[in-house]
C-alpha cells in the first residue's frame, strides 16, 4: 500500500531516519545504555524547551501529561482560570473540574485568540486564583496564543502558568524558562516526528514547591517518583516505552543540530506560502490576525462548497488532512505541516486539491 501523506497536526508521517532506530532492539530500562540514552535525551529536551531545569518523560499521549499537569500541582477547591480558545483549551477544563478545582473558563470564539484584559480582570476579581492554564498552539483552529503576556503577570506571583505546548513546540517560537512559565506538556507524535506514546512535562522550581502541597490522588502520573527516579538514576518510575524513549533521543539531538529557530523560520514559510496558495483558490484563512497563526496548521474556511466532501476524496487520493467540528464541520480544512515537507511536495497536494475542487 501507498504511504498515505499526513498532512496533519499530528501525528505525521515519520521519517526514513527515524524509521530505523524505530526498528532496532531495546536496552533494558534499569541498565547504564538506557541511562546514557536519558541523559541525553533530558539535556536536549532542555534546549528545546529552553529551560534550565529537568524534563521528565511520561509514556502517554499528549493527554496524560496535560492530566499530570492538573493533578501535580493543585489541590481540590482551588480556584484556576482556564484560558478557552478552542476544544483543547476546553480540555484542560474538564480535567480541572474533574479532580476537583473550580475553573473559571475565559472562552473565546472559534479561531480567536484571548484578550490580556479580560485574564487581568479575571485576576483582579479572583485574587485567590492559584493556576492559569492555557493552549500555545490551539490545534483545533490554528490560533496561537501569546504565552509570554500572561507570565508577565503570573511571575513573581504564587500563580501557576500551566501551558500546552503539544502541538505548538519546535514549530513556533518557545522560551519556558524566559516567558516564566511553570508548567509545560508536549507530545512525541507532533513535531518530534516520532510516534505517539510519549509525552514530556518541564516544570519550574515553583511548581516544584507548588507539588509538594498537593492534596490530589495519583499513582502512575505522580511527578516527584518521576523526578526521584530521573535524579537519582537516570530513571522513570516504571518501565517506560524504551523504543520510543531511543527514538525521541535521536529526534531531540536532530532538531538541536538543525537549531530550533532554523526549523521555526522553515515552518514559518511554508505556512505563508500555503496560505497564499490557498487564498488564491479564494479559501480564507480562520486567524485572522498574523501574529495569532500558529506555524502547526492553516485552518481555511471555503463558502459554497462542503469541504468534508473534498476532504474525504484527498483520503481515497492519498493525502490526509482534517475537518472541523460542530459549525464547522462542513466548511473548515486543516492543512498540518509539523511533518517533513518541501515545497515541491507541498505544491504536488495543491495539485490534487485543485483537482478535487473542480469536481464540486
Ligand atoms: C494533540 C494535542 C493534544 C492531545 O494529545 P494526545 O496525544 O492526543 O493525548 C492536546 N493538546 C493539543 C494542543 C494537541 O495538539
Redesign the pocket.
Same mark, same amino acid.
Given at each position: 500500500m501507498k504511504k498515505k501523506v499526513l498532512l496533519t =497536526? *499530528?501525528p505525521t508521517n515519520i521519517p526514513e531516519n527515524l524509521l530505523g532506530v524505530l526498528g532496532t532492539d531495546i536496552v533494558h530500562h534499569r541498565k547504564v545504555d538506557f541511562h546514557n540514552v536519558m541523559k541525553e535525551l533530558n539535556e536536549n529536551l532542555k534546549k528545546i524547551f529552553k529551560t534550565r531545569e529537568n524534563v521528565y518523560v511520561l509514556t +502517554? +499521549?499528549? #493527554? *496524560?501529561a496535560?492530566e499530570a499537569a492538573v493533578v501535580n500541582y493543585f489541590s481540590k477547591g482551588e480556584k484556576v482560570l482556564v484560558i478557552n480558545t478552542g476544544y483543547?483549551g476546553d480540555?484542560f477544563r474538564k480535567i480541572a473540574g474533574i479532580y476537583g478545582l473550580e475553573p473559571i473558563n475565559l472562552e473565546y470564539e472559534f479561531g480567536e485568540s484571548y484578550k490580556l484584559e479580560d485574564v487581568k480582570k479575571a485576576l483582579a476579581e479572583n485574587p485567590d486564583i492559584k493556576g492559569i492554564f492555557m #493552549?500555545?498552539?490551539? #490545534? +483545533?483552529t490554528g490560533v496561537l496564543n501569546n504565552v509570554a503576556a500572561v507570565g508577565e503577570l503570573t511571575k513573581d506571583t504564587d500563580i501557576l502558568l500551566v501551558v500546552? #505546548?503539544? +502541538?505548538?513546540l519546535v514549530a513556533n517560537e518557545f522560551d519556558f524558562d524566559g516567558w516564566n512559565i511553570d508548567v509545560a506538556v508536549a *507530545?512525541s507524535?507532533?513535531a518530534f516526528l516520532i510516534p =505517539?506514546g510519549l509525552?514530556f512535562l518541564a516544570m519550574s522550581k515553583k511548581a516544584g514547591r507548588a507539588a509538594e502541597k498537593s492534596d490530589i490522588p495519583k499513582y502512575y502520573f505522580d511527578i516527584k517518583q518521576a523526578e526521584k527516579a530521573f535524579e537519582s538514576k537516570s530513571e522513570t518510575p516504571y518501565t517506560p516505552a524504551i523504543g520510543l524513549i531511543i527514538a525521541a533521543n535521536v529526534s531531540c539531538r536532530i532538531i538541536v543540530e538543525k537549531g530550533v529557530e532554523n526549523i521555526v523560520r522553515e515552518k514559518y514559510e511554508l505556512r505563508k506560502y500555503i496560505e497564499q496558495k490557498l487564498s488564491e483558490l479564494d479559501f480564507k484563512i480562520l486567524v485572522k490576525d498574523e501574529e495569532n497563526r500558529s506555524n502547526?496548521l492553516i485552518s481555511v474556511v471555503k463558502d459554497g462548497i462542503k469541504i468534508k466532501n473534498v476532504i474525504r476524496s484527498l483520503e481515497e487520493r492519498g493525502y490526509t488532512v482534517t475537518g472541523g467540528k460542530g459549525d464547522f464541520e462542513d466548511s473548515l480544512m486543516r492543512v498540518g505541516i509539523l511533518g517533513e515537507f518541501s515545497r515541491e511536495d507541498i505544491d504536488e497536494f495543491l495539485a490534487v486539491l485543485i483537482e478535487e475542487l473542480e469536481k464540486q
Open positions: =497536526p *499530528g +502517554s +499521549s499528549g #493527554t *496524560g496535560m483543547f480540555r #493552549t500555545h498552539s490551539e #490545534t +483545533s500546552d #505546548t503539544i +502541538s505548538g *507530545g507524535q507532533k =505517539p509525552a502547526t
